[in-house]
């Protein structure tokens, strides 16, 4: 019995040593298995990584060409731009098509691009090819645009400046509507010196009792400056026709309010002739307002003003398919920019006092040759004092019959208020002639920088972009302007070489690009 209980436990034994045998080889393939699915995993996520890669460098690039190739400053053709960003990086191959679209006021460049990134594992599942597709597309397009070009005709633009200023100017306005669709874009002209001159037209649409046709200037109190509107039932003053510059012996001709119908206001117009000849014709003089040059331009980009648009189109003066500009900047899909230029920086600005803006004065011009005389109520007949011969008489030279008594807009319109001041006060009455000067004139000037930054600010807050050009300004002006400016970037310090560069990169900048895909 013991020798059978011993070799049942051997079988056993050798039994259980068999199982254990038959279990490890049964694991060896299932172990392999799960190797060779890791291996799998692995490889499908490096074709993975190959195909994102290869799909954000083709997308990059189709953004990168199509963007450059819908400028529509782009000289280029823009196929050949895709076609050449593509070559630069080795990718020409994967460049399927490009579409070109181009209108008036815009360009629309789509392109499409495709590749195989071959990949490596994924064969192993029966999966021979992964492609890689994009697609982008970029328009430059140039919707509602308005734009007020404020320009400096004051004294220190003659002679070498305005001949700068006039073709560089004029380029602006090419360049501007190269890029609009006709009846997207409009631009006013407001020229300023001391003074900016409205035309009869665009000063009738506000309450300004008129005092003279000389010359159409309006008088702006400061509190006007802290907005970009004008109510235009306020009662406001017509600037007086004069001069208040030239010497004791002078006739007016430097008058603060420039009476050259070249020097006005041209508003809300999309004529290209009409601007540039207004450009052209501008003449230069005076003091230098630049608060009143960005006033006036502000307003009238101010939707606000509609009703002054609507004024000036009963008067035949805007085209009447801009009756509901100026435009919301919102609603209306409008960029609104101001372009200041000046070569200065403020000074003082001219007004008469109340005694002197209209009326019948005591002066007296001869008829034949122009001589001035005049009237004081003195002991005895002879009442009239004569300019020629610093003498006095019993009538005005040339007679009642020979001479015209003038209103004090006539006066000023022919002589400078030193000459009245001096030869028609001074010289017979006795006494310093700036006495008599001031009793004619008062004047701004201490105000006129904050009143400058006041409209700025309102401009700004009010959506407008502000480009300021300080053309060989001396350090106050420089600052003031760049101060108006949006920021910076919209500031530009120009000289005689470079003004016409700045006003072109001005007008490119005023398009925007987007991408449409």
Not at 36 to 64: F, P, W, Y
Not at 103 to 128: C, I, K, L, Y
Not at 393 to 421: C, N
Not at 483 to 508: E, G, K, M, P, R
Request: with cysteine.
């Amino acid at each position: 019995m013991g020798k059978d209980r011993i070799r049942i436990a051997a079988r056993i034994t050798a039994a259980l040593r068999g199982f254990r045998r038959s279990e490890d080889g049964s694991l060896l393939p299932f172990g392999m298995m799960l190797l060779l699915l890791m291996l799998m995993v692995g490889g499908l996520a490096i074709d993975v990584m190959r195909h994102e890669q290869k799909r954000v460098t083709l997308q990059q690039t189709l953004d990168r060409s199509v963007l450059a190739a819908a400028g529509l400053n782009q000289s280029l053709d823009p196929e050949t731009v895709v076609r050449d960003y593509f070559d630069k990086v080795d990718l020409s191959q994967y460049l399927k098509s490009v579409t070109v679209e181009s209108g008036f006021n815009f360009r629309s460049v789509t392109a499409d691009a495709e590749a195989d990134t071959h990949p490596m594992f994924m064969q192993m599942m029966g999966v021979n090819s992964f492609d890689v597709a994009a697609d982008s597309g970029a328009e430059q397009r140039i919707n509602n645009v308005e734009v007020s070009l404020v320009l400096d005709i004051s004294g220190s633009m003659s002679g070498t400046r305005i001949n700068a200023l006039r073709p560089a100017a004029r380029s602006f306005i090419d360049t501007v509507f190269a890029n609009s669709e006709a009846g997207r874009t409009t631009v006013s002209i407001i020229p300023y010196n001391a003074q900016v001159n409205l035309g009869p037209d665009l000063m009738a649409q506000f309450n300004v009792p008129k005092l003279h046709d000389y010359s159409y200037c309006v008088e702006l109190p400061d509190d006007v400056f802290g907005t970009t509107t004008l109510p235009r039932t306020r009662s406001l003053v017509q600037n007086g026709h004069f001069d208040p510059f030239n010497g004791t012996s002078s006739t007016a001709q430097d008058y603060n309010c420039p009476p050259e119908t070249g020097n006005r206001i041209v508003m809300l117009s999309d004529n290209t002739t009409t601007l540039k000849d207004a450009i052209t014709n501008l003449q230069v003089g005076g003091n230098t307002s630049i608060d009143l040059g960005v006033k006036w331009g502000a307003l009238l980009l101010d939707p606000a003003t509609q009703a002054v648009t609507q004024g000036m189109i009963a008067r035949g003066k805007v085209a009447a398919q801009y009756a509901n500009r100026p435009l919301d900047i919102v609603s209306g899909n409008t960029i609104k920019v101001l372009v200041v230029m000046t070569d200065g920086e403020n000074t003082t600005e001219y007004k008469l006092t109340s005694n002197y803006r209209s009326g019948l004065s005591n002066i007296y011009r001869r008829n034949s040759n122009g001589r001035a005389s005049m009237y004081y109520n003195r002991s005895g007949s002879n009442d009239y004092y004569w300019v020629s011969d610093g003498s006095w008489h019993s009538s005005p030279e040339g007679g009642t019959s020979g001479a015209t008594q003038l209103t004090w807009p006539e006066v000023f319109r022919y002589w400078s208020v030193q000459y009245v001041a001096y030869q028609l006060m001074a010289r017979p009455l006795g006494g310093n002639y700036w006495t008599y000067y001031y009793d004619m004139v008062d004047y701004v000037s201490s105000t006129k920088n904050s009143r400058l930054q006041q409209v700025c600010t309102a401009a700004k807050n009010s959506g407008i972009i502000i480009y300021g050009i300080a053309f060989e300004a001396p350090s106050n002006g420089r600052a003031q302007i760049q101060a108006c400016a949006t920021s910076d970037a919209h500031y530009f310090a120009a000289t005689n070489l470079d003004i016409a560069s700045v006003f072109h990169s001005i007008a490119s900048q005023l398009s925007y690009l987007r991408l449409t895909q």
